[in-house]
Each structure stands twice: as C-alpha cells, then as structure tokens.
C-alpha cells in the first residue's frame, strides 16, 4: 500500500490527503445518515437515488426536521452553488444530479448561487473578466442536467448583489473574524474580502424567505467540504429569526490518480475528466491515468483478483456512471474474482462516460439559449 505523503485536509478551499468521512462526521459534527431517514425519504420520493443507498450522500444537519416539516405541509426549497473557477468535470456532477432528482420528487424550488466573488477573492490568477467567464460556462452545464426553468433561479454575488448584499451584511455584523479565522485556518494576512465572504455563501438559504416576507424550510445538498460556512452562521440563521437550513453531504468523487483527495480542475487537467472532453480524451484519460486495483498482469489478476474499493474505473461507475445495482454488484463480483480485467472495466466505464457526454454536450450547447430563463431578475 502506497504511504500517503500529504496530510489530510478538509476545507471549503482545499480537498488533500486520504478522506476519513468517518473522522469527518465527527470533526464536523454532522450526523450519519440512517436507515430511519432514508426511508422517510423514500416515502415520500417513492424510491431511493444510488446515491443514497449507496451512501454516496452519508451525512446530514436537520434532515428529519425538513421532512417533519415537509409532512405538516411547509415544503422546502434547495439550494446550491458553484464557485466558477474553471470548466466543470466530472465531480461536480454527482451533487447536482442529485440535486435534481430532490427537485423532481419533492417538486422543489432551487436556488443556485454562482460565486464569483469568491473566487476572485481567493483564487491568485483569477480576474473578475475571467470568473465572469466561467459562470457563463459554468451555467451551460447545470442547465444541461435538465433543471425546471420555472423551478430554479440562478444568482451570480455581483450580478444579483442588490438582492444578497443586504441580507450577507446580516449575517456579517454577527460573524466574528475570530470565528472565521479558527473555522478557515485564516491569519491576518488573508485579504478582507475572504473574510466577509462567508457571508455570501450563508445568505441564499434566506433569500426566499425574505422575498416573500415569511419563513421557507431550507435543504442545502453539498459536497461536505462546504459545511464549515454554513457551520459558522448557523447560529447566526436563528439570531436573525429565520429556520437553520438542512443540509446532506456528499463525497468526493475521487482524482484519476487514486483515492484520494478530490477531483480538480483548476489544478492539474490530467486528474480530471471535463464535461467538454472529447471521445477520444476521455479514453486517453481513463486508460492512461486512471488508478487501477487490478494485478499487475493478466496471470496474476486471473489469479488473485482485484481490487474495486481502490479502483477508481470502479468508484467512478459506482458513484455516478452505473446506477443499476445488480449490475454492478456483478461488476464487482468478477473484478473481485479475477474474471473481470482492468482493461475490460476501462472500456466500460469509458462507453459510459462517452454516451453521458455526448448527451451533455448536445443539452449543453442548447443551453446557450436558455440561460436568460435561469437567470433571476
Ligand atoms: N463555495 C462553493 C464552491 O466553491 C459554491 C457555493 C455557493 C455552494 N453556495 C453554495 C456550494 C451552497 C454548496 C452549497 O464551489
């Protein structure tokens, strides 16, 4: 087993090292999602997405509050966001086609923050033109996984910031920098936007209850890297008198290059798989760089097996590709036994890669023209 070198780190702006969710659960004081609350969803949705039974979706804040409160009649909105700090790959996907599927069965409003603001801020290399740039890109994808236009509003922090700067200020007079500075690992010497911005983040999950002037159940479905923001101002929600958001975590899809820490595009594209990659990259990619738990030769593998918890072919077909269970209780089965090959798995999860893209790429140049109905005015 190879060492792992750099430490583990989980914050909103930095994903490194082995994942412990387990440790994570704890450190962040989220709670475990359990058998009791997924079947309250499942009664209500009428089925579980993979992703939750899979427990690709573990943890959650107030999640049976949400659903108390979805039961006496007081539904909830979602909401979400993106920091556009480059094209989007294949990891962002997961939360967001979850996302849509909590839209469609709870027949929910969304709301969708793009965060230009903070990566401007925290991002060395990145310009307001740039960041501008990406949330127009940005936007084409989220639409492509086929949001309902009359459900969902889309708000970029300085495009809409007559709407979320008054209420961010609120949040911001009851936020201490000694509170931010212990929560981010921030020092004196990071600038002062960064330290307002959790603000910004924490703001959305009110906006609807401010327009319309009463309190609005909120369910935040997010990656866990972000739950320290919402950790800061969940006090703050109630001080304001409004309901704390609900929230359930999510996983990380793994790197191409193994297990650990997340995959990222702003850093090295060799990690990552883009939702505009062509056929031809995306095979180049999976079969080059994908981490494989298969044997070292055919003779061995036949012999020994593999190993699917550690191959990422497998994790990326189990987290978001191949959502049908037997199959891929059976995939896991023969990659287990040896009669499955690292090169058989590749080329399934590269034809499932290449039919969701095409997919993709087609909804997302249709995109182009839709965005103005996302767009909240
Ligand atoms: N900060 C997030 C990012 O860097 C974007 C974001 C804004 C977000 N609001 C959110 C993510 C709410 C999850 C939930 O991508």
Redesign the pocket.
């Known amino acids: 087993m190879k060492k792992e070198s750099t430490k583990s780190s989980v914050t ?1 702006w930095e994903v490194k090292g082995r994942i412990d969710y387990d440790r994570l659960i704890e450190e962040f004081g989220v709670e475990r999602l359990n058998s009791f609350t997924l079947d309250r969803i499942k009664k209500h949705a009428k089925e579980l997405h993979f992703m939750l039974k899979r427990k690709i979706f573990f943890a959650h804040r107030d999640l049976n509050w949400v659903l108390d409160e979805y039961e006496k009649g007081n539904h909830f909105f979602i ?5 556009p700090s480059g094209p989007i790959h294949l990891g962002h996907l997961g939360t967001w086609i979850f996302t849509k599927w909590l839209q469609d069965k709870f027949n929910a409003e969304l709301w969708f ?1 793009f ?1 230009d603001d ?1 990566k401007f801020l925290f991002k060395q290399n990145m310009s307001m033109e740039d960041a501008e740039k990406w949330t127009y890109e940005n936007m084409l994808d989220v639409i492509a996984l086929g949001f309902d236009p009359k459900k969902t509003h889309f708000i970029v922090d300085t495009k809409n910031a007559d709407l979320i700067y008054p209420v961010a200020l609120k949040f911001a007079k009851k936020i201490n920098f000694s509170t931010v500075k212990a929560a981010f690992g921030m020092s004196n010497e990071n600038n002062i936007g960064q330290i307002f911005y959790t603000s910004m ?1 924490a703001a ?1 999950a009110v906006i609807p209850s401010v327009l319309k002037k009463k309190n609005i159940p909120c369910l ?1 479905p ?1 990656a866990i890297d ?1 739950d320290p923001h919402f950790r800061v101002a969940r006090d703050v929600y109630m001080k304001l008198g409004y309901y704390k958001p609900a929230i359930i975590h999510g996983m990380f899809l793994p790197p191409l290059s193994g297990v650990s820490g997340k995959m990222d595009s702003s850093g090295d594209q060799i990690n990552s798989i883009l939702t505009t990659d062509s056929p031809k990259e995306v095979e180049m990619k999976i079969k080059k760089y994908a981490f494989s738990g298969g044997q070292a030769t055919i003779e061995e593998h036949r012999k020994k097996g593999g190993n699917p918890d550690i191959d990422v072919s497998f994790q990326y077909l189990r987290m978001l590709f191949e959502p049908d269970d037997e199959k891929l209780a059976k995939l896991e089965k023969d990659y287990r036994s040896g009669k499955l090959l690292t090169s058989e798995l590749k080329e399934i999860l590269i034809k499932k890669i290449n039919d969701f893209l095409k997919d993709h790429q087609a909804k997302r140049k249709l995109a182009e023209k839709q965005i103005d109905k996302f767009l909240y005015k």
């Open positions: 909103p909401y979400t966001g993106r920091g923050q965060t903070e983040q959305p935040i997010l972000q």
